[in-house]
């Protein structure tokens, strides 16, 4: 049993056509098998967010004395918030969309040099998800996890040591906000430490993993009838979203359609994922997500995908299930999830629901 993320693929290969991505860029038209419509996503036009509704995730300053109430509010109803005052260096934040953008700049034979193999973990490609539709998105995408020596040194013979040290910071600053924002939601429902000892702050954060995935939306001909990346949750517990200022984001309620996060220079996006779904006992949303692409600006973005070692049972946490009931999913580790997602995506979290008798 793989105890690492790197080796969570290794039996599930999925055929994905990193080569067959074409040159953005060159395009003056959407190609056929770009273009989306609802037979190839259901959602695909669900209606936006009512015009004037002024109705998004909420923006949520950390310092605020009353921030983990409004993260367990923003849990429970969206299963996202942004957050503002968390801390990260701005320089910092900076510095990884400069890589980001560096590295889909290079020429995409250099890319493919770094190409995810179909078992792989790392590298770069097209959206893991890919294989569920018929159509492509319109994105390019390039997923770390563990060091990123190897890979980088392929990209840039000459700078990869700048670029690793920038994905370690990253790293480090993401995991201690992660773990931050994981124990404020969780306060919230009054779990505490004692309820989830394998989660402790004080077992030095060797009890989480993540992986981090870069992506990039080019500038598109007919952004309305293509996807940037399909509607989605994240297999995660939190995943911690930077964008850059291009709007491409959204977020969807069945009460509201779609709807718009805008940019907030500065701030983070973060998402509730399936695993603290489970964790929560359904109390948390993990909330269906994808990104639009845009006409005359590129987009970036980097995702800071967040859960617990790969061989940590999660289930829901034993609190928040009436003592009178089964708890809502059955217990299961993150590479087991990882692969019921690899094979089943979008049922996966039903696969592991516990049916109530009576
Ligand atoms: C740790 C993770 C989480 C993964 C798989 C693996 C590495 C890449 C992640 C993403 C990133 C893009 C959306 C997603 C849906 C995808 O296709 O690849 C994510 C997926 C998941 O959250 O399920
Ligand atoms: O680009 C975005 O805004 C969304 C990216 C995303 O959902 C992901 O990488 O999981
Ligand atoms: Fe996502």
Redesign the pocket.
Known sequence: MPTVLTDVFRGHPIHLPHTHQPDFTSLSELPDSYTWTSKDDPLFTAPPSPPGAGESIPLIDLNHPDAANQIGRACRTWGAFQIANHGVPLELLQDIEFLTGSLFQLPVQRKLKAARSDAGFSGYGV?RISSFFNKKMW?E?FTITGSPLNDFRKLWPQLHLNYCDIVEQYEEQMQKLASKLMWLSLNSLGVSEEDIKWARVSSDLNWAQSAL?L?H?PVCPEPDRTM??AP?T?STLL?I?Y?NNTA??QVFRDDLGWVT?PPVPGSL?V?VGDLFHILSNGLFKSVI???RVNQTRS?????F?WGPRSDTKISPVRKLVSPDESPLYRSVTWAEYLRTKATHFNKALSMIRNHREK
């Open positions: 959206a994105s995408g995935q992506n939306y940037g990346l989605h994240d995943t979203l964008q491409g984001l996060v996006v998402n997500h994808r990104a987009r970036l973005s980097v995702a995908l």
